[in-house]
């Protein structure tokens, strides 16, 4: 739920948002303070949360260049499943196994996707980013012409009209994702959980919460217990790269007497479990057969690379 690297030096920032376009952000602040009140936010929290706001620069430059969709598979695997990350996921899940294994009972969400989420969307908790929130979604909103963005915004103001957390403390991404499992404000209200039984949901520095925070999107995106995600496999030369992508679909069985070759340990699988092939860098690069649990990453961000790098981190702290 974020987009956060930024690759490559990009124009300076003057460049990126022109003096005529910027005075327009004004009108368009006022129009959204307007939004929020009817939608019932008090007064005195939108005119807070939006008085002073200017077009966040570096929101911009983030925006226009986001790896999950720059970057090939090797680069980004490379960037976000390490060694480093896989062995402090691993010590994580050691400190908060109970937790987890209480929250895998009562949402019916595996470990692995958790704790690959938990991991690359936040280190495990340890960098949740440092934008203002509503500054990063208001930006957001009025330069990509957005009416998500400015939903969202005014989700923010609810969260904070409601007393979950301080105005000054909403911090997150610069894409106005918020917390551990970096939430965007909309899911937050719809989906966090105080799991720890203290109030309002904490996904900024509870674990309990976090982790059936995440859990909870999970189950709505229909995760299933007992099937994986995606694995890795081999592919035989001759194999008609027609047949990859997302949306094809066919039976486990059918894709191995194709001759695509599971690699232990992977688990036990019916034989018509419906997959996917997925080549990421083509022919010649990684292949993974992709199950159905793969769209219910997806939904958590909506990028091929992204659900392989959960899939792929989580399989390697549970190893």
Known sequence: MKRRFLLAALPCASALVRPARAAGFEDFIHELEGRARRAGVPSHIAFAALSGLKPNQEVIRHETHQPEFTLTWAQYSARVVT?????????AFAAHRGIIEQVRARFGVAAAPIMGIWGIETDFG??????????????????????????????AMRIVSRGDVRLSELRGSWAGAMGQPQFMPSIYLSTAVSYSGHGQPNIWTSVPDTMASIANYMRKSHWRLGLPSSEPVLV???????????????????????????????????????????????????????????????????????ALAVGELGRRILA
């Open 236 to 306: 035989p030369p001759h194999l008609n790269a027609a047949l990859a992508g997302r949306d094809h679909v066919l039976p486990l069985a059918q894709w191995q007497a194709l001759g695509v070759h599971r690699l232990a340990p992977a688990r036990h699988l019916p034989a018509n479990t419906p997959a996917s092939l997925l080549l990421p860098d083509g022919p010649s690069g990684e292949a993974f057969l992709a199950f159905g649990n793969f769209r219910a990453i997806r939904s958590y961000n909506p990028s091929d690379l992204y």
């Open 83 to 91: 060694q480093t990350r896989v062995a402090a996921g691993k010590a």
């Open 126 to 155: 340890h960098y949740q980013g440092d934008f203002n929130v509503i500054d990063a979604l208001a930006t957001l909103a009025w330069y990509k012409n957005s009416s998500y963005f400015g939903r969202e915004a005014i989700a």
